[in-house]
């Protein structure tokens, strides 16, 4: 079955710019995390969704956002872009999200990665 | 502050031979612990797995081992093959806080390389 599939692959922005990254999830899942990729700061959670509500968000600025759509596909947002946010953004599903099994491990796409000059 | 470590940024081991991760963590709340693979230009991959009820968790030539009283956990490989070469990341995850969602929490990654 497809995999995760995020685009666009890679981009290149100005400082102050907005930019809009898109997943979407392995068919029949229903739940999609954002993580962040830094060289300095590793992988950190931005958001998850589930049935497009927002149930869990991690500790960045209100210039990230996301939403999810009806068939499950997410979108992220970054307003009044900053150098900082130069990063690989990876996308991941689940079936639910709730309670880690075999069956609910986050499966990762590519990623999309941002350069900010 | 970091929950979850890796303090080695980068291993090298002969193929054939042993390859052991380790991962330290500092919030007594995970209870689920994971082990990732990413090769340059793809998204991270699951490799393994182990709930903190557990101690040991095998999967073929991966096993993970847990030791909750040290806050650590370790993934060993036997053997390593080259293919294994790659950035591994250890994260954990707490308990479902109510809000129907669980995030995970990453190590910075090591960056194992087989040596053939």
């Known amino acids: 079955k497809a995999g995760v599939t995020q685009t666009p692959r890679y981009l290149i922005k100005t400082r102050g710019q907005q930019v809009t990254l898109s997943c979407s999830p392995i068919?029949?899942?229903?739940?999609v995390s954002w993580y962040q990729q830094t060289p300095g700061q590793g992988l950190q959670f931005l958001f998850e969704?589930?049935?497009?509500?927002?149930?869990n968000k991690g500790n960045f600025p209100g210039r990230f956002s996301g939403r999810q759509f009806s068939n499950s596909r997410s979108e992220m947002n970054v307003s009044t872009l900053e150098l900082g946010d130069s990063a690989l953004y990876l996308c991941?599903?689940?079936?639910?999200?709730?309670?880690?099994?075999?069956?609910?491990?986050?499966?990762f796409g590519a990623g999309s990665r941002l350069t900010v000059l | 502050d970091q929950q979850v470590k890796q303090n080695s940024p980068s291993l090298s081991v002969q193929e054939g031979r042993i390859s052991i991760l380790n991962c330290d963590y500092t919030?007594?709340?995970?209870?689920?612990f994971l082990w990732y693979k990413k090769y340059p230009a793809e998204g991270p991959t699951f490799l393994i797995s182990?709930?903190?009820?557990?101690d040991k968790n095998e999967d073929g030539r991966f096993t993970v081992f847990l030791n909750k009283s040290a806050k650590h956990l370790s993934l060993h490989i036997v053997p390593s093959q080259p293919g294994d070469s790659a950035v591994y990341f250890c994260?954990?995850?707490?308990?479902?806080?109510?809000?129907?969602?669980?995030?995970?929490?990453f190590g910075k990654g090591t960056k194992l390389s087989v040596i053939p």
């Open positions: 991941a599903s689940s079936r639910t999200g709730t309670g880690l099994s075999g069956a609910n491990v986050l499966t």
């Open positions: 068919s029949g899942h229903r739940s």
């Open positions: 969704y589930f049935s497009e509500t927002q149930r």
């Open positions: 919030n007594s709340m995970f209870d689920y």
């Open positions: 182990i709930s903190s009820i557990k």
């Open positions: 994260a954990a995850s707490a308990p479902d806080s109510g809000a129907g969602s669980y995030q995970l929490t």
